[in-house]
């Protein structure tokens, strides 16, 4: 995957524009699934650290989690389902950032950056 090559270009329907340059949200496209067992003994690794139990972890997180995809190519993978579906004053928050991080006149061509660190 190359962001030069556009792979990072949002063009999984996260939104459109309307009427005045206002951005209207989509469907976008996420997958939901269980944890692969790589990820559950990620999970188990860490829990003596947070003091809690595999069934408060799990609890926390949900019992399943969505890979949300930008693209074709490039996707978040394994957002914990409770984290997906959290809102605020009934506006799911992930969503609505994915949404609003693409301005309506660029959807397919203003590519996300990659995450980089220091």
Known sequence: MGPSAGDLAVTAGWGHGGKGGVTMPGRGR????PHTDAELA????????LG???DQLTA???GACYDVYLSD???WRCVPA???KYTIGGYQVMKKW???ASPPSSFSS???KPVTSG
């Open 30 to 33: 996420t997958v939901e699934g």
């Open 42 to 49: 990620v999970f188990r690794e860490g829990l003596s650290g």
């Open 52 to 54: 809690l139990s595999y």
């Open 60 to 62: 926390c997180l949900g």
């Open 73 to 75: 190519v490039a996707y």
């Open 82 to 84: 409770r984290v997906w």
């Open 98 to 100: 994915r949404v609003a």
């Open 110 to 112: 203003r590519p996300s």
